[in-house]
């Protein structure tokens, strides 16, 4: 069954940090481009990063640029998201993505003190 | 950057009805369109990608069109069970931005 599964999020302080990760399987993981997307609370969705297959190309949306970090490991069919210096305005539900089609289930990070 | 502009930012429509979205690119972007549709609650389902390809298992109501700068997501004959919002985004490269989405109600 091809699936993502995301984990790592939660309430944090702002001006804290927290990684999330995206658990793949069921594709070959390190064929395809993949994304974090973001949605909060009553919005719509936001594309906030994607990464190449091999890292080595990454964009992110200006709004998380020199704060966020998006990273992959092949070898275990692992996306992570290194998040810094977050914000009130941070506060989503985090999905990572592939091929379009494959969506995980998200993880909700929020900011607040 | 490239912005997508969806409307309109909602409807009511009858069952049966014909239903069309649009999204407008600022700037070009071939076919590199994609739409999906998000329940409440529920995860984004892919159902038309380059611009006008249906996603295996979505029903044959839907379609898409377009190219460039313009296109649009047509729902040729409305169910209850698409009632949900509607989202367009652009995958030519890098933002991959997402218009600001369509909420499809039953009037």
């Known amino acids: 069954e091809v699936q993502l599964v995301e984990s790592g999020g939660g309430l944090v302080q702002p001006g804290g940090s927290l990684r999330l990760s995206c658990a793949a399987s069921?594709?070959?993981?390190?064929?395809?481009?993949m994304s974090w997307v973001r949605q909060a609370p009553g919005k719509g969705l936001e594309w906030v990063a994607n990464i190449k297959q091999d890292g080595s190309e990454k964009y992110y949306v200006d709004s998380v640029k020199g704060r966020f970090t998006i990273s992959r490991d092949n070898a275990q069919n692992s996306l992570y998201l290194h998040m810094n210096s977050l914000r009130a305005e941070d506060t989503a539900v985090y999905y990572c993505?592939?091929?379009?089609?494959?969506w995980g289930q998200g993880t909700m990070v929020t900011v607040s003190s | 950057d490239i912005q997508m502009t969806q409307s309109p930012s909602s409807l009511s429509a009858s069952v049966g009805d014909r239903v069309i979205i649009t999204c407008r690119a600022s700037q070009g972007i071939s076919n590199y369109l994609a739409w999906y549709q998000q329940k409440p609650g529920k995860v984004p389902k892919l159902l038309i990608y380059a611009a006008s390809t249906l996603q295996s298992g979505v029903p044959s109501r839907f379609s898409g069109s377009g190219s460039g700068t313009d296109f649009t997501l047509t729902i040729s004959s409305l169910q209850p069970e698409d009632v949900a919002t509607y989202y367009c985004q652009k995958y030519d490269s890098a933002p991959l931005t997402f218009g600001g989405g369509t909420k499809v109600e039953i009037k």
């Open positions: 069921g594709f070959i993981f390190s064929n395809y481009w």
């Open positions: 993505a592939s091929r379009l089609d494959i």
